[in-house]
C-alpha cells in the first residue's frame, strides 16, 4: 500500500538543510541511497538533486506505528517531515528525526545497477537503465558541471553583445557536403536532420552580427569509439565584421572565463570526481601552432609519416598530447581538407581556419568565412558540390553579407575532459550511438 502525496510539499532540497535549521521542522523528498537496520535504530540516507541527509529513527524516541512502517530498500521514493538535530557525524553535520514518512514508490528488491557507490556497474548496463543510473552521486556532479558551464557561456556570450539563436534541425541539403546525413521522409520529400548550424548562423550573422546557439546536430558516423556519438550538442558562434583571429581570442576568453566560473561555483562536484587539479584554470593566450608545424613536429619526433593535407592519426594525435597537454590552437589548415565556405589564405595553399585542442583531443572548429558569393560558388563546384543545392542558402549573400568568422565547440567533448570521464557517453543524458537507440 502506497502513501498519497496529498497535501504535503517539499519545504527544503537537502543542500538547503543546514545547522543554521537546528530545531526547525522541514520536508524533504526523495529517494533512499541507503539504509541501515540495526534493531532498535535504523538509518536512512535520503538523496535528492543535489545530495543526501540522514534520517534517524529511534525506538522511543518516535512513535511504534513510525518506527515499524519503515521498512524500505535501496531507491525507495519518500517524503520525510521532521526535525533538524544536529549530529556531528552525518552527513553535513546534522540529522532529521522524523515525525512522519510517506512511501510513494517501491523498488524490486534487487536492482539492475549498483546505487551504493560501492561500486560502478559496466557503462552499456547503466545506460540500459539510465533513469535510474543518472541519480548517482556521480552523475550528479557531472551535470552539476554541465549546467554551470551552459550558464557560463551564456552569460559570457550575453555580455558580449551576442543574440541566442535556434536554427532548423530539419534541412533540405548537406550543410557540407558528404554522407555522413541521416535522411527523414519530409511529407513526400527526402529531407535530412541537421550536421551542423553552420550556414544558418551565417545567415543570421548578417542580421544580428553576433550570434551563437546551443543545440543537437546529428552526425551518421558509424564509429565506435570513446570520443563519437551520433547526437551531438554544439555551442556554435558566429561574428560578423571580424576574422579568425578575433574569435580565437573570444574562444580561449570563454574557455577560461567557464573553468573558472565551474571553479568557482562547482568546486565539490570536481572534488567529488577527483579533478580539481586537473581541471585548473588555463593561461591565456593560448599557444598558436601552424598545421605544418604540428606535422614536422609529429613526423620527426614522434616517428610518423604524416604527408601534407593528412589529418593525424588518432595515434599521431595521442603522442602530440603528451607533448601538448594543455589548450592549444592548430591554424592555417590545407584548404584541400577544409569544408567550402572557409576562407582560404593568401596563399590558397592554406585556409583560414583553426583547431582548438586539449591535449590529444579537438574541441574546437572554426575559421573565417567566405563572404563573396560568387568566390563561395566557385569553392562550391571546387569541392564537387552542386551549387543549385545550396540556392536558397546563396541568396542570403546577394544583401550586403558582412566578413564574418566563427567555430563549433562541442559541449559534451569538453565535459567529458573536465570531467576526466572515460567515455563521452557518460556526458550525454540519453547517447544515441551507431548501437543505441534507446532509451
Same mark, same amino acid.
Given at each position: 500500500m502506497l502513501d498519497e502525496l496529498g497535501d504535503w510539499r517539499k519545504t527544503h532540497f537537502t543542500r538547503d538543510v543546514?545547522? *543554521?535549521l537546528v530545531g526547525n521542522e522541514v520536508i524533504l523528498g526523495g529517494w533512499v541511497r541507503n539504509y541501515r537496520d540495526l534493531g532498535g535504530l535504523k538509518f536512512l540516507s535520503l538523496q535528492d538533486k543535489y545530495g543526501e541527509r540522514q534520517i534517524t529513527l529511534k525506538k522511543g524516541l518516535i512513535s511504534d506505528d513510525l518506527f515499524d512502517k519503515t521498512k524500505v530498500g535501496y531507491q525507495y521514493c519518500l517524503m520525510v517531515k521532521g526535525k533538524v538535530k544536529a549530529f556531528d557525524k552525518a552527513p553535513g553535520g546534522i540529522e532529521i528525526i522524523p515525525s512522519d514518512i510517506k512511501i510513494l514508490n517501491r523498488t524490486p528488491d534487487k536492482l539492475p545497477i549498483d546505487m551504493t557507490g560501492e @561500486?560502478?556497474?559496466? /557503462? *552499456? %548496463?547503466? %545506460?540500459?537503465?539510465? !533513469? /535510474? *543510473?543518472l541519480r548517482s552521486l556521480r552523475n550528479q556532479a557531472v551535470f552539476e558541471i554541465r549546467g554551470e558551464m551552459l550558464r557560463s557561456i551564456r552569460r559570457f556570450l550575453f555580455e558580449k553583445a551576442f543574440t541566442e539563436i535556434s536554427t532548423p534541425k530539419?534541412?533540405?541539403s548537406a550543410t557540407e557536403g558528404g554522407?555522413? /546525413?541521416f535522411p527523414i521522409m519530409y511529407f513526400e520529400r527526402e529531407a535530412f536532420l541537421t550536421q551542423s548550424a553552420q550556414l544558418y548562423k551565417e545567415q543570421l550573422s548578417g542580421v544580428y552580427e553576433r550570434v551563437f546557439e546551443i543545440s543537437d546536430c546529428f552526425r551518421a558516423e558509424k564509429s565506435r569509439t570513446k570520443r563519437h556519438i551520433c547526437e551531438i550538442f554544439i555551442l *556554435? $558562434?558566429?561574428? !560578423?565584421? $571580424? @576574422?579568425m583571429e578575433d574569435v580565437m581570442k573570444l574562444l580561449e576568453e570563454l574557455i577560461h572565463n567557464v573553468i573558472k566560473d565551474i571553479r568557482d561555483n562547482k568546486m565539490n562536484e570536481l572534488k567529488f570526481l577527483k579533478m580539481e587539479n586537473e581541471t585548473s584554470l588555463p593561461e591565456i593566450p593560448?599557444?598558436?601552432?601552424r598545421y605544418e608545424e604540428i606535422i614536422d613536429l609529429i613526423n620527426n619526433k614522434f616517428g610518423f609519416n604524416i604527408e601534407f593535407g593528412e589529418d593525424p592519426s588518432t595515434e599521431a594525435y595521442r603522442k602530440l598530447g603528451k607533448e601538448l597537454p594543455d589548450y592549444y590552437y592548430i591554424t592555417h589548415w590545407p584548404m584541400s581538407i577544409k569544408p567550402f565556405y572557409i576562407m582560404p589564405s593568401k596563399d590558397p595553399k592554406y585556409s583560414e581556419s583553426f583547431d582548438l585542442q586539449k591535449g590529444m583531443l579537438e574541441l574546437t572548429s572554426g575559421g573565417t568565412r567566405v563572404h563573396n558569393k560568387i568566390q563561395l560558388v566557385n569553392a562550391l563546384e571546387s569541392k564537387g558540390l552542386n551549387s543549385v543545392s545550396f540556392e536558397s542558402h546563396l541568396k542570403s549573400f546577394d544583401y550586403g553579407m558582412p566578413p564574418h568568422a566563427g567555430f563549433g565547440l562541442g559541449v559534451d567533448r569538453w565535459l567529458t575532459m573536465i570531467c576526466g570521464l572515460d567515455d563521452i557517453r557518460e556526458a550525454v543524458f540519453y547517447p544515441r550511438t551507431p548501437d543505441r537507440l534507446e532509451p
Open positions: 543546514t545547522p *543554521d @561500486t560502478i556497474s559496466e /557503462l *552499456d %548496463l547503466r %545506460l540500459n537503465h539510465r !533513469a /535510474l *543510473d530539419i534541412i533540405g554522407t555522413e /546525413l *556554435d $558562434v558566429e561574428m !560578423a565584421f $571580424v @576574422t593560448f599557444p598558436r601552432y
